[in-house]
C-alpha cells in the first residue's frame, strides 16, 4: 500500500495526469494520478489515506519547490491537474464525510481587479493540502467575502491582489469582515503586497507564496 501511496506522490508531484499524458518525458507511457488512484480505491485503501499519504504528499513537495524558485508556475499547474484528477475519485468520499477535511478556505480576487492566475495557484494548492476552498473569483467586493463567511462557518478567508490600485481594496474588504464576523482570520497575498501591508490593513497572515499560506492554515488547525 505504501508503494502505491508512494506513486500517487510521486504522480501529484512531478504532474503525471494519466497514462497517456506525455509530461512528464521520464514518466512517460507510465500510470498517472487517475489510473493509480482508481486502483488505490479498487484496491481498498483508506481513501483518507490516499488525500494525506498521496496527493498532500506531493502537493507538498511540489509548494517547497515553487518557493525555492526550482520549478515554476507551468510545472505547478500540470501538478495541480494530477491532483484535480485524482481528486475526482476521492469526490463521494468527501460527500459522504468518509473524508474529513482540514477545514475552508475562502478565497478571491478583491474588487477591482480580475486577474486569477495567483488565486488558482493558491487555490490549487490549499486544496490539495487537505482543505475545502469556496473559490469568490475576481473582481469581489466586501459584502461577497462576508456573506460567504456567513455561509462557511469558522471558514479562513484569503484576499488577493496584483496591482497596486487595487490593493488598497484589501483594507476596506479586511474591516467589513471583521465588523461582520469578529474573531474572522484573513490573509493576504499578491505580487505587491508585503508584511507590512499586511499590518497596515489588519490582516492575520500574509505570505509571498502558496506553500507558505499553506502552513499557516495548517497551524491554525494542528
Not at 67 to 73: G, H, I, L, P, T
Amino acid at each position: 500500500m505504501s508503494e502505491l501511496l508512494s506513486k500517487i506522490a510521486d504522480c501529484i508531484e512531478f504532474g503525471k495526469i494519466n497514462r497517456a499524458a506525455p509530461y512528464p518525458p521520464q514518466m512517460k507511457g507510465q500510470d498517472g494520478a487517475d489510473e493509480l488512484t482508481k486502483q488505490a480505491i479498487d484496491e481498498g485503501v483508506n481513501a483518507q489515506d490516499i488525500l494525506t499519504q498521496g496527493l498532500m504528499i506531493g502537493m507538498g513537495k511540489i509548494g517547497v519547490k515553487f518557493r525555492e524558485n526550482k520549478v515554476f508556475v507551468p510545472q505547478v499547474l500540470m501538478s495541480a491537474k494530477a491532483m484535480n484528477t485524482a481528486m475526482i475519485h476521492l469526490k463521494p468520499f468527501f460527500d459522504s464525510g468518509a473524508v474529513v477535511q482540514k477545514g475552508t478556505f475562502i478565497i478571491g480576487t478583491v474588487e477591482g481587479d480580475l486577474h486569477d492566475i495567483g488565486k488558482n495557484l493558491v487555490s490549487m494548492m490549499v486544496e490539495g493540502n487537505g482543505w475545502k476552498v469556496v473559490d469568490l473569483g475576481t473582481d469581489v467586493k466586501a459584502e461577497q467575502f462576508v456573506e460567504a463567511l456567513k455561509n462557511h462557518e469558522n471558514a479562513f478567508v484569503g484576499l488577493s491582489a496584483l496591482l497596486t490600485t487595487t490593493m488598497v481594496n484589501m483594507e476596506k474588504i479586511t474591516k467589513a469582515i471583521k465588523d461582520a464576523v469578529p474573531g474572522a482570520k484573513v490573509a493576504v497575498g499578491g505580487a505587491p503586497v508585503t508584511d507590512d501591508f499586511k499590518e497596515k490593513v489588519g490582516a492575520d497572515a500574509y505570505s509571498a507564496d502558496p506553500q507558505g499560506l499553506v502552513e499557516y492554515l495548517n497551524s491554525q488547525v494542528n
